[in-house]
């Protein structure tokens, strides 16, 4: 398999890059013990990356397909770790701004491009495993980033945190050698489209809608997702200043159970996503949103080894359902697949973005205990939406077959 080599370099590119992500949300508690920030201003830092890198995202994967527009993945990723990797060394609080939405846009130009690249790569019978295997990488990079910094800035403070350059300036000599030569600047508008894996016989596809009745279901789907979003976020942006500031863990140990939290969360997505083939996927959907609420306010109205329990379950229900709703949505949309998903992955991440600066303001207001426990209200709505999607109910469909 000769291009076994350069995806599964990408794979590991794709750790890397997303190491970069929740970096932010790991460093807040010392941005406002040293400088002071509001909960509201420390939370509209990771806000700005989340919009940067989300509405970002589609445009950049419309001019990469439709125009030949690409910025070298290596670039990218370089990108992103110089500006994370900075954002150490600096103590104004604009300037933090600029570096944060700079590195978004590393960020938000890798995917389109790595994407592409695995397309063009990951061809033949075995397509869909090699394509996981860029997919997996994410999550990996999702859920240790908190832990990296974590570690780093315990033991240097913030500017321990231009360490994290140096995987990113490996991973980038590491694609510039194992990258087949110019590939990585051309463009994939002739690819063929990936058919559906759904045969219109399936019993447990959505149903063929046209008009306002698809982009209806769409935007219902979607607006859940960015309250799901919402409450992902800001759980995982705010998590580290609770659990050091307000637990008394010291900012390493909050951050590895942050961490602990993304990797449940990884194992769901695969666990339920899965399940989802056998038992339906807006049926498991509902179930773990509605599951994840009890579990995160148990969180936080319990105590020692119970509570942390509780929040590793609400981080495996909540973020288990992500994968699953995205392919509801190429189900329902089987004709667009790169609209949807820069809706799903860009427009629905980056609107969720927008609800951690409201929970920041929450907390100035009324407190970090009741920012973190209302974190549940916009979950709540997303499994009203979820609800309310025209996607048919598996059970139902087999029982009259």
């Not at 080599?5 to 990408?10: A, C, E, T, V």
């Not at 705010?238 to 590895?256: C, E, H, K, Q, W």
């Not at 426990?373 to 979950?379: A, D, G, M, Y």
Request: some cysteine.
């Amino acid at each position: 398999m000769t291009n076994l080599r350069p995806i599964m370099g990408l794979s590991a590119a794709h750790v890397v890059t997303d190491i970069y992500s929740p970096v932010l949300s790991a460093i807040l508690p010392l941005l406002i013990l040293e400088y002071g920030y509001s909960y509201f201003l420390a939370g509209l830092i990771v806000t700005v990356w989340n919009l940067t890198s989300s509405f970002t995202q589609p445009l950049f994967g419309w001019l990469n397909d439709q125009r030949g527009f690409g910025v070298p993945v290596k670039y990218t990723i370089l990108i992103c770790a110089f500006f994370i990797s900075c954002i150490g060394l600096i103590s104004n609080y604009w300037l933090t701004l600029l570096f944060a939405a700079c590195a978004a846009l590393g960020h938000a130009l890798f995917h389109p491009s790595a994407l592409s690249l695995v397309s063009r790569l990951a061809s033949g019978p075995n397509r869909g495993r090699l394509t996981s295997f860029f997919v997996v990488g994410g999550n990996i990079g999702f859920a240790v980033g908190p832990l990296i910094a974590g570690v780093l800035v315990t033991l240097w403070g913030l500017p321990g945190l231009v360490v994290m350059i140096i995987p990113g300036i490996c991973m980038a000599v590491i694609l510039h050698v194992i990258i087949p030569k110019g590939i990585d600047a051309q463009p994939e508008a002739s690819a063929p489209p990936v058919p559906s894996p759904i045969s219109s016989s399936d019993s447990s596809a959505a149903p063929t809608e046209n008009g306002f009745q698809k982009y209806h279901g769409i935007s219902l789907l979607i607006t859940g997702s960015a309250l799901r979003a919402w409450g992902i976020f800001g759980s995982v942006a705010f998590l580290p200043t609770y659990l050091s500031m307000v637990r008394g863990f010291d900012l390493a140990t909050a951050n590895i159970i942050v961490s602990v939290l993304l990797v449940a969360g990884v194992v769901g997505q695969i666990i339920i996503g899965t399940l989802s083939d056998t038992y339906g996927r807006k049926e498991l959907v509902l179930l773990f949103t509605l599951l994840a609420i009890p579990f995160f306010v148990a969180a936080f109205t319990l105590s020692g080894m119970l509570s942390l329990i509780c929040l590793i379950l609400f981080g495996f229900c909540l973020w288990s359902t992500f994968s699953t709703t995205v392919a509801m949505s190429h189900e329902m949309m089987p004709g667009s697949p790169g609209l949807v998903s820069g809706l799903m992955l860009g427009l629905a991440v980056g609107a969720g973005g927008l609800g951690v600066a409201v929970s920041g303001y929450i907390a100035d207001v009324a407190g970090l205990t009741t920012a973190m426990l209302l974190i549940t209200v916009p979950v709540a709505l997303s499994l009203v939406f979820f609800a309310f999607v025209p996607y048919p109910w598996h059970t139902r469909n087999r029982e009259t077959v």
